[in-house]
T-cell receptor, first 113, second 112 residues
Framework: GEDVEQSLFLSVREGDSSVINCTYT??????LYWYKQEPGAGLQLLTY?????DMKQDQRLTVLLNKKDKHLSLRIADTQTGDSAIYFC?????????????FGTGTQLKVEL | NAGVTQTPKFRVLKTGQSMTLLCAQD?????MYWYRQDPGMGLRLIHY???????AKGEVPDGYNVSRLKKQNFLLGLESAAPSQTSVYFC???????????FGSGTRLTVV
């Protein structure tokens, strides 16, 4: 079955770059996503990348995809305290219908002053 | 534009009681989903719907039922609540393109 793995915690200092990593097993994944969850809130879509792309940049966010190794990363430049949250990667494959997403366990990012 | 609205936001149930969680979306999305979130386990899909009048099982459907009588609403029912169903429940919706989900703010359910 599909599996998406992430490390549970990451701590960085304000102003540094953060890199959150994700590995997945479904080789048929067509789209991969990054979501952000702030305390007590639902998940907010940050960005997504199509599987035929290697990189996508959106302001402070850079997504890198290594399809051969099934590895996805999210880099946040100039990390701020407001970036403290849980970050989930997710992937959607070709199996079944309805754009079902498989989520990772989430990485809790803590930004220290 | 409200997006996805979940009610209630909090609920405490006794073991064996029943309840219905309501999800409403105003974006004319075809697809709707119910997930549960538990510490260290990410989000797990309970049930989903690809259109009005349709439902399908996800990864962890046991103990739950769903209905999608209207396109904008997706109901999640617990017939006989168990402590193992203590969780945060999220509803989400999406269009037919792969542009990601819109999530509700969640329902925190405690079963005692």
């Amino acid at each position: 079955g599909e599996d998406v793995e992430q490390s549970l915690f990451l701590s960085v200092r304000e102003g540094d770059s953060s890199v959150i990593n994700c590995t997945y097993t479904d080789s048929s994944s067509t789209y991969l996503y990054w979501y952000k969850q702030e305390p007590g809130a639902g998940l907010q879509l940050l960005t997504y990348i199509f599987s035929n792309m290697d990189m996508k940049q959106d302001q402070r966010l850079t997504v890198l995809l290594n399809k051969k190794d099934k590895h996805l990363s999210l880099r946040i430049a100039d990390t701020q305290t407001g970036d403290s949250a849980i970050y989930f990667c997710a992937e959607t494959g070709l199996t079944g219908g309805g754009n079902k997403l498989t989520f990772g366990t989430g990485t809790q990012l803590k930004v220290e002053l | 534009n409200a997006g996805v609205t979940q009610t209630p936001k909090f609920r405490v149930l006794k073991t064996g009681q029943s309840m219905t969680l309501l999800c409403a979306q105003d974006m004319n999305h075809e697809y709707m989903y119910w997930y549960r979130q538990d510490p260290g386990m990410g989000l797990r899909l309970i049930h989903y719907s690809v259109g009005e009048g349709t439902t399908a099982k996800g990864e962890v459907p046991d103990g739950y039922n769903v209905s999608r009588l209207k396109k904008q609403n997706f109901l999640l029912g617990l017939e006989s609540a168990a402590p193992s169903q203590t969780s945060v429940y999220f509803c989400a919706s999406s269009g037919t393109g792969n542009y990601g989900y819109t999530f509700g703010s969640g329902t925190r359910l405690t079963v005692v």
